[in-house]
């Protein structure tokens, strides 16, 4: 990186020093008519009629490591955000503890966050994960790098209806599922939620079962119906001829690959006439897996 970008990197986006001769408020000036970007190597503008200012945004991004055409695609409130503004939300993030390199993948994956009122919508979610999930200030940064859409859903009508919901379930351990599965909590309950269990209904598991069985494996909540469920379940009960207590024992069936794991050992097994229980077949390891048909076939 340049001296001028490495300037520009520490002293407009990623300081938290407040001082009216900073180089941000320098860079922030509309006055200036010079910036130190201009020298910089990825400032190559691609239309005469670009503002400066605007120039300067999109290096900001790009220096960030964030694609700055896909995040002004996907948000164009960022078309006239100012510079001061991203900087602010910068500068609060990193008062809750997220790192320089950590903004590269939270804002590429939710740019909506680089133009959020801190105060109705970032402040909100990080009171959130303190009060309702008890989430202690230094591990905020491990929740959002899990989880960055967590920044950008609001707190009233998703995240406390969400935990709400899956404590009725079950999930009563909060620090799991804010460590291990804070995806679930940005999961719509209407049309996520509900519909993976009425589809395991719909298999023939009770909704007693069904709901064991997330809570064994939570990630049963985020797989699709029609790319995963469906051509797993239909494999597993024409192919393999299997029962739903086989699911029931071991719903992480549907967390392995069909192509690559579910499909070659089967056909394996069927190959050397063995017979193992289905967690056995998926979990092990190949060598371990080999193991167990040369013990049942010498």
Known sequence: MSS??????????????????????????TTKPKSILQKNPLYQPTHKNISLQFKEKILCLEI???????????????????????????????SKGLYQKDFAR??????????????SELNPVFNFLSKDLRIPEQNFRKV?????????????????????YLQRLGFTDVHHLSY???????????????????????LGFSTTEAVQMTLRCPGLFTFS??????????????????????????????AFSLDKRIKPR??????????????????????????LIRQQTG
Do not use: W
Request: with cysteine.
């Open 180 to 202: 291990q599965d804070p995806i679930l909590l940005v999961s719509s309950v209407q049309n996520t939620l509900i519909p993976k269990l009425h589809y395991l209904v719909s």
């Open 266 to 291: 089967h056909i394996q097994l069927v190959q050397t006439g063995v017979s193992i229980p289905l967690s056995l077949m998926l979990k092990t390891t190949d060598e371990e897996f080999n193991d």
């Open 64 to 94: 960030m490591g964030v694609d700055s055409g896909k995040a002004l695609s996907q948000n164009p409130c960022l078309h006239t955000a100012s510079l001061h503004a991203i900087h602010s939300i910068i500068t609060f993030l990193q």
């Open 225 to 254: 119906i029609q790319n995963n469920f469906k051509p797993k379940f239909d494999y597993f009960s024409q192919q393999m001829e299997g029962q739903l207590d086989e699911l029931k024992d071991f719903p992480q069936y549907f």
């Open 4 to 29: 001028a970008a490495t300037s520009f990197h520490s002293c407009l986006c990623f300081s938290v020093q407040k001082s009216s001769s900073s180089c941000s408020d320098q860079l922030l000036s």
């Open 144 to 164: 959002i790098n899990k989880c960055p859409r967590l920044l950008i859903c609001s707190v009233k009508d998703q995240l406390k209806p969400t935990l709400f």
């Open 106 to 119: 939270i804002f590429g994956m939710c740019p909506t966050i680089l133009t959020s009122d801190i105060k």
